[in-house]
């Protein structure tokens, strides 16, 4: 490979453009229609997630209302068609009903308590349309000491036991920006639980709710760690064990430009390409696994790292199986030569942003457009939802839809 595509990776936007499969179908979750009550990055992930997948997703806005902090419009909120209601008025609330008495899912993010105030709980829907999956999700889930209370990422997964691992010996715990709650351990599971219930409704024919709760989510994604504390596999303070920066073939290198390169040969076949790719001989490098070793083998590595730029280190790691790669910032990523050939961003409504994933051999989603691409239209979008003229325009006259 050039210099340029895997050095500075290079600005070719159109290096895989042949090979962007064919569009065969709407997607594995083509026909499935899920109501989603706008809220924060949590829900609307998990909501992305299945719009990417084929599903019609509505998002009610909450008309009139004026949150302290909404998150940007962009990727979040892709393949939507959305409504604002004024889910204060008894027209706003009967419309929400009106729209789910033929839906799949409806997905709320509200505090525990708050569905139900404003007549839009689960009893209430599941009593409209009894196959309805009701997905609710929080940050602590719908009962506990902490159930009502205020929170965010952070708050999660520090008593998930989540935080405190990640971050350097000898100093605090490191946010991983708000990964681990909001997304992977909130909107990811919160789709998962969907998915299953619907599988489930096909033997049981019944709707259920799903408490889809951050602080859950993100302790289950610390599964892997407690089996290795079980294993003794992890014993030291945080940045000293083998996953969390402490190994010194497990980490991040600086480069002579400032840049960095990640370091993964966990494996001593790959880690002994590491050292013939840096032209060490085993010497101190040699204990791989000696946990004594690790701080001398660091400083070796540091300064041979930083003897070469980002682009050369990358040159010369590529074709090699010692597991070292660059580090991108989220906006290079997509110039990375591997992710141009699976073109795994994609440009919509001019932001380049991740593209749907998995991958399907035969139900391959159709490419992610903008939220109400072509704009906002009330009336046409109430009407793909089954609601007749005169429905729509006793909404409009009632100024209960926006």
């Not at 929170?151 to 989540?162: E, L, M, P, R």
């Not at 004594?292 to 980002?310: A, N, Q």
């Amino acid at each position: 490979m050039s210099q340029n595509k895997l050095g500075e990776l290079g600005t070719d936007r159109d290096l895989c453009r042949d090979s962007v499969p064919p569009q065969k179908s709407q997607g594995p979750l083509s026909g499935l229609r899920i109501v989603e009550i706008a809220s924060l990055a949590p829900a609307p992930f998990g909501c992305m997630l299945l719009a990417d997948l084929g599903a019609d997703v509505l998002r009610v806005d909450r008309l009139n209302s004026r949150p302290t902090f909404s998150g940007p419009a962009g990727p979040l909120d892709r393949g939507r068609r959305s409504v604002a209601l004024d889910l204060k008025s008894p027209q706003g609330v009967a419309a929400v009903g009106r729209l789910i008495r033929d839906a799949d899912v409806l997905i709320e993010g509200f505090r525990p308590g708050v569905a139900e105030r404003l007549g839009i709980g689960p009893d209430a829907m599941l009593e409209i349309n009894p196959r309805l999956i009701y997905g609710r999700m929080t940050g602590w889930g719908q009962e506990g000491p902490l159930a009502a209370r205020a929170g965010h990422d952070i708050n999660y997964v520090s008593i998930s036991g989540a935080l405190e691992p990640i971050g350097t010996a000898g100093e605090k715990p490191h946010p991983a920006l708000n990964l681990l709650g909001d997304f992977a351990g909130g909107g990811s599971f919160l789709a998962l639980g969907i998915l299953s219930a619907l599988y489930e409704r096909e033997r049981s024919g019944k709707g259920q709710v799903i408490d889809a709760a951050m602080v859950d989510g993100s302790s289950v994604l610390m599964s892997f760690i407690h089996g290795m504390r079980t294993a003794g596999l992890w014993e030291g303070e945080r940045g000293t064990n083998l996953l969390d920066g402490g190994a010194s073939f497990y980490g991040t290198y600086e480069t002579s430009d400032g840049k960095y390169m990640a370091v993964g040969c966990i494996e001593p076949q790959f880690y002994s390409q590491l050292l013939e790719k840096m032209g060490i001989t085993a010497g101190v490098a040699g204990e791989q696994m000696d946990p004594s070793r690790w701080p001398e083998t660091k400083d070796l590595f540091s300064r041979i790292f930083k003897e070469k730029t980002r682009s050369e280190w990358t040159e010369i790691f590529f074709n090699s199986d010692a597991c070292v790669t660059p580090v991108l910032s989220p906006w290079e990523a997509h110039l990375h030569p591997h992710n141009q050939i699976r073109s795994a961003f994609v440009d919509v409504g001019g932001v380049m942003q991740p593209a749907p994933a998995p991958r399907f051999s035969r139900s391959s989603p159709a490419s992610p457009v903008p939220m109400d691409a072509g704009g906002r239209n009330p009336s046409e979008t109430l009407a793909h939802w089954g609601l007749n003229p005169a429905e729509i325009q006793d909404l409009v006259s009632r100024g209960a839809v926006g």
